[in-house]
């Protein structure tokens, strides 16, 4: 009843400034926050660098298989082998996407764990292997392993002493998965739903603050040092009501379809596979190599590398669409994934996405809706890979630029996903993360780690 005073109330009132005066200028504070801002920014510098690197080395590749066509059926088997030995020497538990690895560390509570996941070694490992793979002719990109650098960056801060009271560790590795992902793509609201949907799957009030300040200070960075773009640069492809109505159902169950194969016939492989992996690595990744080379050569060279510029091309109508290409860009980054090298599915699966819908159109007979239909089909197919679908239609809408489509990439995000349901009980990335948690619990005996997918 006292509390309901006018004189207490001022007193509550007074001691509320006070405390938030002294935590705003308590030095401690302010030393986390400096602490935390740079390794932001770090994450923003690195992922540009990365970006840089990965476009230059995939440019060369190119340049090199369309003048020796023949040469990849040398380099990339001998490529694969060389990444594959690198990752088991030296760095252990950089290969693949590296998403999973991130969510396997959030859903364990095991700092000794999480240290081997994610630390600067396995920066340095990451970004070095995933550049010897495109250089070498791998279908991979550079936006998930991103995700898996901006983790190690920040959850590496846990040790500095400042930070350490605070007991941020799961959410220095969120806001640091969702930072690499919004300076990766230039899509800060891409880098926060990520995180919500894919990592934590959740919102905590906790986190909320950390990881926003981290993907602008990234994103920011990005910016700084690349300007502000788009990715796939600026696009109006936009549809009528008649076209959408056949755009959208289309694009939705042939990306929900296409990934969801996609997404069962990796996990299958990656479980038939798993003897080889472990007895014959490198006779497993240099068999990876031919296939990819010879689906290489069959493509005209299209299949290798990160797909960013047949699907540029695709969207800006610069590229004849033919159903060739997603079948050689879908077999290529399967075989890509299954020699256990470092390397990410975004960007390869935006490609294979912007194919399936520009066939579709071609098929369909609209040159007018040519660049709709791939930047659905893309929505579509990356959706249906990773069932993710709020993550996929922020991602291409903010990729692109492109707000008239904005409608038609939810229902066609959210259409692709219920189709892929039908093919993946559970999203691919946490099945990842489960099959990863297997075969390390085979391998190591580190107190409390996963013995099961979980």
């Not at 023949?70 to 996407?97: C, I, K, Q």
């Not at 502000?228 to 289309?250: E, S």
């Not at 472990?278 to 497993?284: E, F, G, S, T």
Request: net charge positive; aromatic share 10%; hydrophobic share 50%.
């Amino acid at each position: 009843m006292s509390l309901l005073a006018p004189g207490n109330h001022k007193q509550v009132l007074r001691r509320q400034l006070k405390r938030a005066r002294r935590g705003f200028i308590h030095p401690r504070l302010w030393a986390v926050r400096l602490v935390f801002w740079l390794g932001a920014a770090t994450v923003g510098l690195t992922a540009v660098f990365y970006a840089v690197s990965a476009a230059r080395t995939d440019r060369l590749f190119h340049v090199f298989a369309q003048e020796y066509p023949y040469l990849p059926f040398l380099v990339t088997p001998l490529g694969f082998m060389l990444a594959n030995w690198l990752t088991r020497r030296f760095f252990p538990g950089s290969e693949g996407s590296g998403i999973p690895q991130v969510i396997w560390a959030l859903r364990e509570n095991n700092n000794a764990l999480s240290s081997k996941l994610l630390s600067i070694r396995i920066v340095i490992g990451k970004i070095a292997l995933t550049l010897l793979g495109l250089i070498t002719g791998a279908s991979i990109g550079r936006e998930g392993p991103t995700v898996h650098v901006g983790a190690s960056i920040l959850y590496s801060l846990h040790r500095v002493p400042v930070l350490r009271i605070h007991r941020m560790d799961k959410a220095l590795i969120i806001a640091g998965g969702a930072a690499g992902i919004a300076a990766a793509f230039n899509t800060p609201l891409a880098g926060i739903v990520f995180a919500i949907e894919e990592l934590s799957r959740g919102f905590e009030e906790r986190t909320s603050g950390i990881l926003i300040t981290a993907v602008l200070i990234a994103g920011l960075m990005a910016i700084v040092l690349l300007g502000n773009y788009t990715y796939f640069g600026v696009h109006h492809a936009p549809i009528d009501f008649y076209q959408g109505l056949v755009a959208v159902p289309a694009t939705g169950i042939l990306g929900g379809l296409a990934g969801g194969l996609f997404a069962s016939v990796l996990v299958m492989s990656l479980n038939a596979v798993a003897p080889l992996r472990q007895h014959r690595p490198l006779a497993l990744a240099a068999a990876c190599g031919l296939v990819v080379a010879a689906v290489g050569f069959l493509s005209g060279g299209d299949s290798y590398g990160t797909g960013y510029e047949e699907a540029k091309a695709l969207i800006g109508n610069e590229h004849p669409a033919s159903l060739v290409y997603p079948v050689t860009k879908f077999l290529a980054t399967l075989g890509s994934y299954l020699s256990g090298i470092p390397g990410g599915l975004f960007a390869p699966s935006l490609a294979t996405g912007a194919g399936l819908g520009a066939s579709f159109a071609t098929w369909w007979g609209e040159p007018s809706s040519y660049a709709a239909f791939a930047i659905l089909g893309m929505a579509g197919y990356l959706a249906g890979v990773t069932r993710a679908p709020i993550t996929s239609f922020v991602i291409v809408m903010e990729m692109t630029s492109d707000r008239s489509l904005t409608l038609a990439l939810i229902a066609t995000a959210f259409l692709a996903s219920s189709v892929s349901r039908m093919l993946n009980r559970e999203p691919l990335y946490r099945r990842l993360a489960g099959i990863a948690a297997m075969a390390y619990a085979a391998k190591t005996s580190l107190p409390g780690d996963a013995a099961s997918p979980g």
